[in-house]
Nanobody, 115 residues
Framework: QMQLVESGGGLVQPGGSLRLSCAAS????????MGWYRQAPGKQRDKVAF??????TYADSVKGRFTISRDNAKNTVDLQMNSLKPEDTAVYYC??????????WGQGTQVTVSS
């Protein structure tokens, strides 16, 4: 099987920055999509940013502030988050679509933006 492990969450003041990292491990064959979702308390899980076949997609709410990057050789995906706002507070989940496993989720990492 394949697993995703996130790191890098924490508490940051508004306007600050954080970098999230996600590493795939285990039996890795092919990873077609890697990216990030987030879920705030009482809300649904929403897409944040994705890389698929070299194409990058961002949620409108994070465009210009967040940058996603992927290292195919290391099977990692990072999310650089700048100009953070209180509304960015959420649990951030790494996500991948892999052959032959399908959709895989990480365990989540908490990001809190507060003064």
């Amino acid at each position: 099987q394949m697993q995703l492990v996130e790191s890098g969450g924490g508490l940051v003041q508004p306007g600050g920055s954080l970098r999230l990292s996600c590493a795939a491990s285990g039996s890795i064959f092919s990873i077609n999509v890697m990216g990030w979702y987030r879920q705030a308390p009482g809300k649904q899980r929403d897409k944040v940013a994705f890389i698929s076949g070299g194409r990058i997609t961002y949620a409108d709410s994070v465009k210009g502030r967040f940058t996603i990057s992927r290292d195919n050789a290391k099977n990692t995906v990072d999310l650089q988050m700048n100009s953070l706002k209180p509304e960015d507070t959420a649990v951030y989940y790494c996500y991948a679509v892999s052959d032959p496993y399908g959709s895989i989720w990480g365990q989540g990492t908490q990001v809190t933006v507060s003064s």
